[in-house]
């Protein structure tokens, strides 16, 4: 069983940055694959990026290119392992519920997919104004 806590969400104007942290600990054979995805009432739940904490490769959906960067780092304090969400020049269009997720196996083309990973954070607000 992995366990999954997000933190670093907050309020910022456009064109500002935030980064996520997502401390992940648990089973590490559970966790190959660690994805941010976010949702907005009313919408369904879509892949922001997610990383393979094996390989190190990383996905993006298209309207995050440039702009955000998910990344990892092993052992920091007491969890296993944290993987991070670096958001710059936001839009108010990011404004979202973030979360974060994991899961042990995925097939090529659904690194985004929400309905592929299984264990699952609670969340971290994000606000942008305009």
């Known amino acids: 069983q992995v366990q999954l806590v997000e933190s670093g969400g907050g309020s910022v104007q456009s064109g500002g940055s935030l980064r996520l942290s997502c401390a992940v600990s648990?089973?590490?054979?559970?966790?190959?694959?660690v994805g941010w995805f976010r949702q907005v009432p009313g919408k369904e739940r879509e892949g922001v990026a997610s990383?393979?904490?094996?390989?190190?490769?990383?996905?993006?959906?298209?309207p995050v290119k440039g702009r955000f960067t998910i990344s990892q780092d092993a052992a920091k304090n007491t969890v296993d392992l944290q993987v991070d969400l670096q958001m710059n020049s936001l839009k108010p269009e990011d404004t979202a519920t973030y979360f974060c997720?994991?899961?042990?196996?995925?097939?090529?083309?659904?690194?985004?997919?929400?309905?592929?990973?299984?264990?699952w954070g609670q969340g971290t607000r994000v606000t942008v104004s305009s």
């Open positions: 648990g089973n590490k054979y559970s966790r190959n694959y």
């Open positions: 990383i393979s904490t094996w390989t190190g490769n990383t996905w993006y959906t298209d």
């Open positions: 997720a994991a899961v042990q196996r995925l097939t090529p083309g659904s690194f985004l997919d929400p309905t592929k990973f299984d264990s």
